[in-house]
């Protein structure tokens, strides 16, 4: 996979989705841009439908260019610098907790299968590695969803019920975790996954996303 991107981006080279500038393949955006992300971002705390969410940036323009990238685009690639901004709020948002271990939102089979990985997944691997914290898949997507983006507020708190199912109620029971998806929109998503978790009698579920759309939207807007 890797030499196979070093050959394309021979013919058609990587630019920052930001400047266009040229750059290389492993980064998210040229240095100048990079550094202005590191500079001026500010962790935002927001609710996954009741439980504690924390994300590095506001889901606008710069940063929507960029995740659309990593999830439609298989920029997986971006993903280690991604986790070493996020890695730094996890540790100052959640300082003390001592999570046993770190997980993300699932995808249904057939979503799998057709986009080749899971982002949040990746993405919750590397901080997993960053916080010396060990991986564990810990829920199933079982149904098939409408993809939340496409819906309503209202449509969206339906659309998530009996979505996802525990693998393991004993593993989990007692433990702390730290769930990642990629954004956090109306918090529906999230929401349901922790809800599912807790069932299981964990002690501790907090959550942690790259970006955040929550009260950037109206509820009737559909995004």
Do not use: W
């Amino acid at each position: 996979m890797e030499f196979v991107r070093k050959l394309t981006a021979l013919f058609y080279p990587e630019r920052c989705p930001y400047c266009s500038a040229l750059i290389e393949a492993t980064r998210i955006a040229c240095e100048k841009c990079y550094d202005e992300l590191r500079r001026k971002h500010i962790p935002i705390p927001s609710g996954a439908r009741g439980f504690r969410c924390i994300s590095t940036f506001v889901y606008d323009g710069r940063v929507r260019r960029m995740i659309l990238r990593l999830k439609y685009h298989d920029r997986t690639q971006y993903i280690p610098q991604i986790a070493e901004l996020l890695a730094k709020d996890i540790e100052n948002a959640y300082k003390g907790e001592g999570f046993d271990f770190i997980t993300a939102v699932p995808m249904y089979i057939t979503d799998l299968k057709k986009r080749g990985y899971n982002q949040s997944e990746l993405l919750a691997k590397e901080l997993g590695r960053l916080l010396d914290l060990p991986y564990l898949e810990t829920i199933n997507k079982i149904k098939k969803t409408k993809k939340q983006h496409h819906l309503n507020y209202k449509e969206r708190k339906t659309n998530l019920k009996g979505a996802f199912k525990v693998i393991d109620k004993d593993l989990v029971k007692g433990k702390k975790i730290l769930i990642i998806d990629d954004i956090i929109t109306s918090g529906y998503t999230l929401g349901e996954c922790c809800k599912v978790l807790a069932k299981s009698k964990l002690e501790l579920i907090c959550c942690a996303t790259i970006a955040s759309a929550q009260n950037k939207y109206p509820e009737s807007t559909v995004i």
